[in-house]
Nanobody
Framework: QVPLVESGGGSVQAGGSLRLSCGAG????????VGWFRQVPGQEREGVAT????????YYADSVKGRFTISQDSTKNTVFLQMNSLKPEDTAMYYC????????????????WGQGTQVTVSS
């Protein structure tokens, strides 16, 4: 496995945008599925979006649908999370994770995690 590395977090006002990046490594080593997750201290981790790097199949949690977009670059080694119309409730530590899966990625059983990047949205 190749370590995953997130970047792009920061502080923004409500309604603003941020783009997170995940150095996800080769899909042959880390897996075809990459997911973005977020967690607030004291709360359960929430799955935000996933991408199958081979099929480009995407999935979004209802809480971010229409506001966030997951994508990958042409090398398939970097996965992005474009976050628009940010709300204070989007404030969290954001993590990317990777795994192998035959078709549907889902939000569970991710084995390889990054260290996270903090997103803070002020009202």
């Amino acid at each position: 496995q190749v370590p995953l590395v997130e970047s792009g977090g920061g502080s923004v006002q409500a309604g603003g945008s941020l783009r997170l990046s995940c150095g996800a490594g080769p899909y042959t080593r880390n897996g075809n599925c990459v997911g973005w997750f977020r967690q607030v201290p004291g709360q359960e981790r929430e799955g935000v979006a996933t991408i199958n790097r081979l099929s480009d199949r995407l999935y979004y949690a209802d809480s971010v649908k229409g506001r966030f977009t997951i994508s990958q670059d042409s090398t398939k080694n970097t996965v992005f999370l474009q976050m628009n119309s940010l709300k204070p409730e989007d404030t969290a530590m954001y993590y990317c994770a990777a795994k192998f899966a035959p078709a549907t990625c889902g939000m569970s059983d991710y084995a390889n995690w990054g260290q996270g990047t903090q997103v803070t949205v002020s009202s």
